[in-house]
Each structure stands twice: as structure tokens, then as C-alpha cells.
């Protein structure tokens, strides 16, 4: 089983600050890479797949790359909505997603 | 709109079966896609548990392939889960959702349900 970690798992950021989150796979993924946002009480929202393309009504201040075992998720010019915490999941063999990034007010 | 809303009980026993049904609304399951379960115990991340199609082709967690089944109702545009022998393990936030795919790869998730806390406790 491919095994997803991300760092770090905590991160303090100023609103209107940029932010660039990690996310590593054991073994190459491909670009089979999706990000998705949480906050307290909600189902997670997807963000990304396809490692980098947005999916609708995603602002353009979320962006994704990477390919084969790493990948970032950059936010840019942090807004309140986006303190949230973050995970990355991997499709190119069964599904298994990462243990998450908190992204929180500094 | 395309919605999902899970249902169920909150609460079953150590030993005994969880079962949970998905209702889909704002879309045809016998139309397509896949449809999943995935589930998330507190301050962990998310855990796929099995995806099924309205054909009959279900796919599951080779870690819990042996006690979960998965089926699906057309008529009532539902899909339900059942984990059997269930522990204080198996407590966590239950979610169904649609499962997307684009060629040659397996499933991310979108939407989702709102989800439900199964707790299992004598």
C-alpha cells in the first residue's frame, strides 16, 4: 500500500500571507493527486486533482504541482476562510489519503 | 444539484454489524460513476472503505475488504454499507460520496456527504 505523509503538520500564517504545503507518496503516483479542505464540523472539500487542475468554483489563489512523489498545494494571499486543515490522497492505486496539514492564524 | 446524505444508527455494539445507507439526490446512480464510503476517526485523515458501481462491481480496503460489503439500490437512488464485527476501532465520522475518475486511474471524491458519527460502544 502506498503510504502518503505530509508536512508539517502544523502551520502558522499571517491573512494575506502565502503558503506552500507538502505532501509525499512512498512510491510514484503519477499526477494522480488530489487536495481537499476541512474545517471543524464539515466533510472535506475538494480542492485539485489531476495534482494541478482546480475544480469548479475553486479561487485561483489555490494552486497544485508536483508530480511522481512530491507535491505541493501553494495558497496565495490567505484569506479567513482558508484556515482550515488540508489533505492530500492519492488515486493512482486504491485511494489513501495523508494525515493532513493545519494551516491556522498566526 | 447533486447532494448525499448519509443515515443510520449513531450507536452499535462491539461485535455487531454497522449498516448505513447513502440517499443521492440530483443525479441518477444508475446513470454512472462510482459511489464510496470513506470514513475519519477523530483528528485523523480520511479513510477509503469501498466504492461500488449501480453494475455490481464493488472494490474495497484490502483492510477491511473481509468484513465490509457494499450494495446498491437504483430504484430507491441509494447505496448502503455494512461493516461486520465491529470494535471500538471502527469508531469514527462516516461519509459517502461520489467517486471520480478521469483514464486509466482510480477515484478522488466529490461532493460529499455532511457524514455521521458511528460510535461503537456496549
Known amino acids: 500500500e502506498i503510504v502518503m505523509t505530509q508536512s508539517p503538520p502544523t502551520l502558522s500564517v499571517s491573512p494575506g500571507g502565502r503558503v506552500t504545503l507538502s505532501c509525499r507518496a512512498s512510491?510514484?503516483?503519477?499526477?494522480?493527486l488530489a487536495w481537499y479542505q476541512q474545517k471543524p464540523g464539515q466533510p472535506p472539500r475538494l480542492l485539485i486533482y489531476?495534482?494541478?487542475t482546480r475544480t469548479a468554483g475553486v479561487p485561483a489563489r489555490f494552486s497544485g504541482g508536483g508530480s511522481g512523489t512530491e507535491f505541493t498545494l501553494t495558497i496565495s494571499g490567505l484569506q479567513s476562510e482558508d484556515f482550515a486543515v488540508y489533505f492530500c490522497?492519492?488515486?493512482?492505486?486504491?485511494?489513501?489519503f495523508g494525515p493532513g496539514t493545519k494551516v491556522e492564524i498566526k | 444539484q447533486l447532494r448525499l446524505q448519509e443515515s443510520g444508527p449513531g450507536l452499535v455494539k462491539p461485535s455487531e454489524t454497522l449498516s448505513l445507507t447513502c440517499t443521492v439526490s440530483?443525479?441518477?446512480?444508475?446513470?454512472?460513476?462510482?459511489w464510496g464510503w470513506v470514513r475519519q476517526s477523530a483528528g485523523k485523515g480520511p479513510e477509503w472503505i469501498g466504492s461500488?458501481?449501480?453494475?455490481?462491481?464493488?472494490y474495497y480496503n484490502l483492510a477491511l475488504q473481509s468484513r465490509a460489503v457494499l450494495s446498491i439500490d437504483t430504484s430507491k437512488n441509494q447505496f448502503s454499507l455494512k461493516l461486520s464485527f465491529v470494535t471500538a476501532a471502527d469508531t469514527a465520522v462516516y461519509y459517502c460520496?461520489?467517486?471520480?475518475?478521469?483514464?486509466?486511474?482510480?477515484?478522488?471524491?466529490?461532493?460529499w456527504g455532511q457524514g455521521t458519527l458511528v460510535t461503537v460502544s456496549s
Open positions: 440530483g443525479y441518477s446512480i444508475g446513470s454512472g460513476y462510482y
Open positions: 490522497q492519492q488515486y493512482n492505486s486504491w485511494p489513501v
Open positions: 512510491q510514484s503516483v503519477s499526477s494522480s
Open positions: 460520496a461520489r467517486s471520480r475518475s478521469s483514464d486509466n486511474t482510480l477515484w478522488w471524491f466529490d461532493p
Open positions: 489531476g495534482a494541478s
Open positions: 461500488c458501481y449501480h453494475a455490481g462491481n464493488s
